[in-house]
């Protein structure tokens, strides 16, 4: 088994190879529509930076909430239109690169590609999850996808880093706080952080704590900075404060 799951990686790897030798990535991030253009160079968003430390003695009364970060992509086709190691073999991805750009050209969104828990689905009326958190709460990030994933905090959702994404998504202006704009007016991606999370793929980290300067009271907007449609809202209230406001966004 172990045997055919490397035997498959490396013919996706070569074959992603073999397509780069005959399409060459482009140099600059233009904003093309179609996606035979979308061969971009692939920022520089795997960065090195240590992942956030493990905290440990949590607060008694305190939970874990996890987020999962889902995708669909299939390796191959991923890997030959953005580059290679886009979309890591052995994940449960699909959804070749075509289809997924279509699905975003059609709708704004791929569905596949989501934070979860993103619907309440509970007396037959669909409504957005809110994550609902008190303070010394954290969030696991479980990335189950084949790509990396951000979870970025915006003071406004917008577009992400990934140009080609951004105008078909309906989000042309990227979050200050997913990109910079070079002085070529292409996008290169802020430095992780605390609110600035790169989940890479089949990676689980936790990610910021309930009631810090990461992720203080009230209500903060996350998304991922790849994939703009991928949004969540989180909520830090203190354990004693009603819930009455819950229904609103
Ligand atoms: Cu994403």
């Known amino acids: 088994m172990n045997e055919l799951k490397s035997n498959i990686r490396w013919l996706a790897v070569s074959m992603s190879a073999t397509l780069l030798l ?10 093309k529509s179609a996606s035979e253009e979308i061969k971009v160079a692939l920022p520089a968003f795997r960065t090195n930076a ?33 580059g290679p190691g886009t979309c890591i073999a052995g994940h449960h ?32 009326i669909f409504k957005l999850v809110r994550l609902e958190l008190a303070p010394g709460d954290r969030i696991s990030l479980e990335n189950v996808g084949g790509e990396t994933h951000t979870f970025t905090k915006v003071e406004e959702f917008g577009g992400g880093f990934f140009a080609p994404l951004n105008p078909l998504t309906g989000n042309p202006e990227p979050a200050p706080e997913c990109a910079r704009v070079l002085a070529d007016g292409s996008l290169a991606p802020q430095p992780e952080s605390d609110t600035n999370q790169f989940v890479e793929a089949g990676e689980t980290e936790f990610g910021p704590i309930a009631g810090t300067r990461a992720l203080p009271l009230g209500v903060t907007h996350w998304q991922c900075c790849i994939h703009p449609w991928m949004r969540t809202n989180v909520a830090v209230r203190d354990r004693d404060q009603d819930h009455e406001h819950e229904h609103q966004n």
């Open 22 to 31: 005959m399409f060459p990535l482009r140099s600059g991030a233009q904003s």
């Open 50 to 82: 240590s992942k956030p430390a493990h905290n440990s003695g949590t607060q008694a009364g305190t939970q874990t909430k996890t987020i999962r970060i889902w995708d669909a992509c299939d390796p191959v086709t991923f890997d030959a239109k953005v």
């Open 93 to 124: 991805g699909q959804t070749i690169f075509d289809d997924f750009f279509a699905e975003v050209q059609q709708d704004r969104v791929a569905g596949g590609w989501r934070f979860n828990p993103l619907l309440n689905t509970t007396d037959g």
